[in-house]
């Protein structure tokens, strides 16, 4: 386990830790950290350079080690968020899956209505082209007959005005008839009542009865 240390240095020593530190290619805590253990292990003797590096070298390595170890943790973290991203997502996924689903069963339920009202329409239309053709027949044959009906009517006026004509002629011939009867008539009245007999009359009665 590691802790933080603190202490008040001026600008001078700050910037000479800083230029240490830039040779050894090492952060400012990573120098005074090895300063101060290298302090500690001379026991008023002089390490040598191998060892200084050494021990720098390794603590880089710690340095190095639990920035991993941060880095790690860091990483497990965010595999942690990430998973439980991921997990919402798939929830989503699994919602829309459904949402999709639903509308892919609606749409083919409405797909099987539409194709049974296609059905219908096609049908409706048979039947309104039969009721139409039907319609063109029963229309034909109205007009048939109503020409053989004003036919019909007017042969019947041909024939009324043919029987008005005959009536007519007959009165005529009636009418001469009587007139024929009256002149006729008349004549007799005219003419002599003694005549003498026909042969007929004569041979039928005695002469002297004709005379009376």
Request: aromatic residues 6%.
């Amino acid at each position: 386990m590691m802790q933080r240390v603190y202490g008040l240095v001026d600008d001078e020593l700050v910037h000479r830790i800083d230029e240490k530190a830039g040779e050894e290619k090492v952060s400012r805590a990573q120098w005074v950290r090895i300063a101060i253990e290298a302090y500690l292990h001379r026991g008023g003797e002089q390490e040598s350079l191998e060892t200084v590096n050494l021990r720098n070298e390794a603590v880089k390595l710690r340095e190095e080690a639990v920035n991993f170890s941060t880095a790690l943790d860091e990483k497990g973290q965010e595999i942690t968020h990430l998973k439980d991203k991921l997990a919402v997502k798939d929830g989503e996924q699994d919602r829309l899956k459904q949402q999709l689903d639903k509308v892919t069963s609606e749409a083919t339920q409405r797909w099987e209505e539409f194709k049974g009202f296609r059905n219908e329409i096609t049908k409706l239309k048979k039947d309104l082209d039969q009721a139409q053709s039907e319609n063109n027949r029963l229309k034909d044959e109205m007009i048939k007959k109503q020409s053989e009906a004003e036919q019909g009517r007017t042969e019947a006026e041909i024939s009324r005005i043919k029987l008005e004509n005959y009536q007519s002629t007959l009165k005529l011939k009636d009418d001469e008839v009587s007139f024929l009867r009256a002149h006729i008539h008349q004549i007799s009245e005219k003419l002599p009542k003694s005549l003498p007999p026909s042969q007929e009359e004569a041979r039928a009665k005695s002469w002297w009865q004709f005379w009376k």
